[in-house]
């Protein structure tokens, strides 16, 4: 009886024995399993970390502390392409007619843009007789100018950035109002609707939204553009934080310089800082033109007014380190391909944050 039952309990001591052995060989490979593909969404995270990392954090060079050419190899097309498209919407104009008006904009998307990411965006507008296709061309027939941003961000001088080219309604009955009227278009309804179909720094398009992503937002123009964009200064400070003035004063006087007109128009910018509750470090304006442009000493004399007051305007001949207001004379006559060494010079000194 002593013997049997010793052999049952032998026997239940084996078969517990190997019942343990195999569910701890069970487990570990489960354990294995589940520690291995734990590991592979690891890896599969960090990997899409560093993706999205890499494309958000790009390196750029310093801004530079003088004037540079724009290298003679930006002029052909560079590895990596940005992409032109037509972008079509709606503006209402804002004299008493209060008409809808069908609209075009060239846009400029650079090189991988990814909705994931978050871009920085610049308004350009062109001169009188130009239309939306000046500064870039179009899909079809892109100009130097969209070479020279390819190239420079490329290169690593600036970031990825989106570009908008408007162009204008015609049926305003002066000249200020319709270039007043661009300003509040780009505001009200451009703005709006590119940076709601992409990826800006504007959460949403309400306009508080827009005001909070001013630092992420510039507007330029050449001629009748650079007179909109002084007038944009005046009039939307709050959306935009970098201005590119280029080849135009804030009126427009056929011989260029006009002394009364500069003397009466450019405190009104000043007078609009002061107003706005902006620090001189929440602004700047990169105004340029050419030494042979009838324009060029219009163009001038508005900085040189401006820096009449301190308070809102600190010259520099360097970058926006050293202060918020730049001038530069290029080689140039009054004709739009005059302006991409401005733009070039202009973009490398904007959007530091």
Not at 6 to 17: E, R
Not at 250 to 259: C, T
Not at 294 to 311: G, H, R, S
């Given at each position: 009886?002593?013997v049997?039952?010793?052999?049952?309990?032998?026997?239940?001591?084996?078969?517990?024995?190997?019942?343990?052995?195999v569910?701890?060989?069970a487990?570990?490979?489960?354990?294995?399993?589940?520690?291995?593909t734990?590991?592979?969404k690891?890896?599969?995270?960090q990997?899409?970390?560093?993706?999205?990392?890499t494309d958000?954090?790009?390196?750029i060079?310093?801004?530079?502390?003088?004037?540079c050419?724009v290298?003679?190899?930006?002029k052909k097309e560079?590895?990596k392409q940005g992409?032109?498209?037509?972008f079509?919407?709606?503006?209402?104009?804002?004299?008493?007619?209060?008409?809808i008006?069908?609209?075009?904009?060239?846009i400029?998307?650079?090189?991988?843009?990814n909705?994931?990411?978050?871009?920085?965006?610049?308004?350009?507008c062109?001169?009188y007789?130009?239309?939306?296709?000046t500064?870039l061309?179009?899909?079809?027939n892109?100009?130097?100018f969209?070479?020279?941003?390819d190239?420079m961000i490329?290169n690593?001088?600036?970031k990825?950035?989106?570009?908008?080219?408007?162009t204008y309604i015609?049926?305003?009955?002066?000249?200020?109002d319709?270039?007043d009227?661009?300003?509040?278009?780009?505001?009200?309804d451009?703005?709006?609707?590119?940076?709601g179909?992409?990826?800006?720094y504007a959460?949403?398009?309400?306009?508080?939204?827009?005001i909070?992503?001013?630092?992420?937002r510039?507007?330029?123009?050449f001629?009748?553009?650079?007179?909109t964009?002084w007038r944009?200064?005046?009039?939307?400070?709050?959306c935009?934080?970098?201005?590119?003035?280029?080849s135009?004063?804030?009126?427009?006087?056929?011989p260029?310089?006009?002394?009364?007109?500069n003397?009466k128009t450019?405190?009104t910018?000043?007078?609009?800082?002061?107003?706005?509750?902006y620090?001189?470090e929440?602004?700047?304006?990169?105004?340029a033109?050419?030494d042979?442009?009838?324009m060029?000493?219009?163009t001038?004399?508005?900085v040189e007014k401006?820096?009449?007051?301190p308070?809102?305007f600190?010259?520099?001949?360097?970058?926006?380190?050293?202060?918020?207001l730049?001038?530069?004379?290029?080689?140039?006559?009054?004709?739009?391909y005059?302006?991409?060494?401005?733009m070039?010079?202009g973009l490398r000194?904007f959007f530091?944050?």
């Amino acid at each position: 009886m002593k013997v049997k039952i010793k052999k049952t309990s032998i026997t239940m001591f084996v078969l517990l024995a190997i019942f343990f052995i195999v569910f701890f060989i069970a487990l570990n490979c489960v354990y294995s399993k589940s520690k291995d593909t734990s590991a592979k969404k690891t890896t599969n995270n960090q990997s899409n970390n560093i993706s999205k990392s890499t494309d958000k954090i790009v390196k750029i060079k310093d801004a530079p502390r003088s004037v540079c050419s724009v290298p003679s190899s930006y002029k052909k097309e560079a590895k990596k392409q940005g992409e032109l498209l037509t972008f079509s919407y709606k503006a209402k104009m804002t004299d008493k007619s209060k008409r809808i008006v069908d609209k075009k904009a060239t846009i400029y998307l650079p090189h991988g843009y990814n909705d994931k990411n978050k871009y920085d965006i610049i308004y350009l507008c062109h001169g009188y007789g130009a239309n939306e296709n000046t500064f870039l061309g179009s899909p079809d027939n892109p100009r130097e100018f969209k070479n020279i941003l390819d190239n420079m961000i490329e290169n690593g001088e600036i970031k990825p950035v989106i570009v908008v080219t408007p162009t204008y309604i015609d049926n305003y009955s002066n000249y200020y109002d319709k270039l007043d009227g661009m300003t509040d278009e780009i505001v009200n309804d451009l703005i709006p609707a590119v940076e709601g179909k992409y990826s800006t720094y504007a959460k949403n398009t309400s306009h508080d939204e827009i005001i909070k992503s001013r630092n992420h937002r510039a507007i330029g123009g050449f001629s009748m553009g650079g007179c909109t964009t002084w007038r944009a200064f005046r009039r939307h400070l709050d959306c935009f934080k970098y201005y590119m003035p280029m080849s135009m004063p804030m009126y427009y006087y056929e011989p260029g310089y006009n002394k009364l007109q500069n003397d009466k128009t450019a405190p009104t910018l000043a007078e609009a800082a002061a107003n706005s509750g902006y620090k001189p470090e929440d602004y700047a304006i990169y105004a340029a033109s050419g030494d042979k442009d009838f324009m060029n000493e219009a163009t001038k004399q508005v900085v040189e007014k401006l820096k009449e007051y301190p308070d809102q305007f600190k010259y520099t001949t360097t970058n926006f380190s050293d202060g918020n207001l730049m001038f530069t004379t290029f080689s140039g006559y009054h004709r739009y391909y005059f302006s991409n060494p401005y733009m070039y010079n202009g973009l490398r000194r904007f959007f530091r944050e």
